[in-house]
């Protein structure tokens, strides 16, 4: 049945646009062999942790204590590199067949490892309800939703929401990015969680991810463990 399939109707690479065999799923035997993997899931201080702390320090207030958050991401986004269009084919493709996957094996590594045990709340960075209608789904409670999975933890899409809608983060710099995103994020209401886990499609600089942390923190106080994971992280 799967080699009809593919012959009615051709299933390519995400990567180099080569024909799939019947066994291969979203990447060729070729391209899922050189999959730029970050495996920041084995070790709790990583670049990407270390950076998003490194925000999260600037916002501290004096006196205020800030335990390290840990980090991690399936694969590294480079602008030059073509494995970017794995995260792109979910976000601008509407590939949600392939997001679910590459989310689900982000899970697995996830599950696999302590510092990722114990998790009991995925929440999704929230798009605002405009663009969400235009897009029709959140890339980003896609991949919530299969790492809840994974990690046998509840996903909730209710509690977190845009107050206000952002410009595009998209070419803006370290900076402006934290500025245009400043309180934006707000809390519904309160809910029961011990450890929660915040997800983003793609680690920039960190500024939706902390806005998003500040947002939860002050909901449900120190007492709460927070770390964050994303489908990709950019690299240079």
């Not at 180099?16 to 070729?30: A, N, Q, S």
């Not at 790492?147 to 809608?165: E, F, I, Q, S």
């Amino acid at each position: 049945m799967g080699a009809l399939m593919d012959l009615l109707m051709p299933r390519e690479c995400l990567v180099c646009g080569r024909l799939l065999g019947v066994h291969e799923k979203h990447l060729c035997i070729h391209c899922a062999a050189d999959l730029p993997l970050t495996y920041y899931w084995e070790q709790l201080h990583n670049p990407m942790a270390d950076e998003f702390n490194a925000v999260l320090e600037r916002q501290r207030k004096e006196g205020e204590s800030m335990p390290y958050i840990p980090a991690t991401a399936l694969l590294f986004y480079h602008h030059e590199n073509p494995y970017k269009k794995i995260p792109q084919a979910l976000k601008y493709g509407s590939d949600v067949a392939a997001g679910r996957f590459f989310a689900s094996r982000l899970g697995r590594y996830m599950a696999a490892f302590p510092s990722w045990q114990g998790i009991d709340t995925v929440i999704p960075v929230p798009l605002h309800w405009w663009r969400q209608w235009q897009r029709g789904y959140n890339q980003s409670a896609i991949i919530a939703d299969e790492l809840a999975r994974a990690l046998g933890a509840n996903l909730r899409t209710d509690v977190l929401y845009r107050a206000r809608r952002t410009r595009s983060q998209t070419r803006l710099d370290a900076e402006a990015r934290l500025k245009n995103v400043e309180g934006v994020f707000r809390i519904r209401h309160t809910f029961p969680a011990q450890k929660v886990l915040l997800v983003d499609d793609t680690f920039t600089t960190g500024a939706t991810l902390a806005a998003c942390y500040q947002a939860v923190r002050r909901a449900l106080g120190p007492s709460v463990s927070i770390s964050i994971a994303t489908l990709s992280v950019v690299q240079g």
